[in-house]
């Protein structure tokens, strides 16, 4: 266990962070599967958003940012290709 009480705030404040990284994260995962299965003109409106969400996970370092780049381009072309 750790001694320091700086230490012991560390632990704290990492669990909440883990926590609301791992919301966010499943969060964009299930907006993104919400956003495959869409009609076109629904999924065009709802592809700001969660292209949002994926560039705020990348600047949290949550994900990488290649990955962000990637499941963008993705889901641009997704979206493009509906009728």
Do not use: G
């Not at 009480?5 to 704290?12: F, V, W």
């Not at 990492?14 to 969060?27: A, I, V």
């Not at 994926?54 to 979206?79: E, F, T, W, Y």
């Amino acid at each position: 266990m750790a001694n320091h009480k700086s230490a012991l705030k560390r632990i704290r404040s990492n669990e909440t962070k883990r926590l609301t990284n791992r919301y966010q994260h499943k969060t964009t995962r299930n907006a993104i599967k919400k956003l495959r299965e869409m009609e076109a003109k629904d999924a065009k409106a709802f592809l700001p958003s969660v292209v949002s969400m994926i560039d705020k996970l990348a600047k949290k370092n949550v994900i990488h940012d290649n990955k962000a780049a990637n499941l963008k381009s993705n889901l641009m072309k997704h979206v493009a290709t509906l009728k």
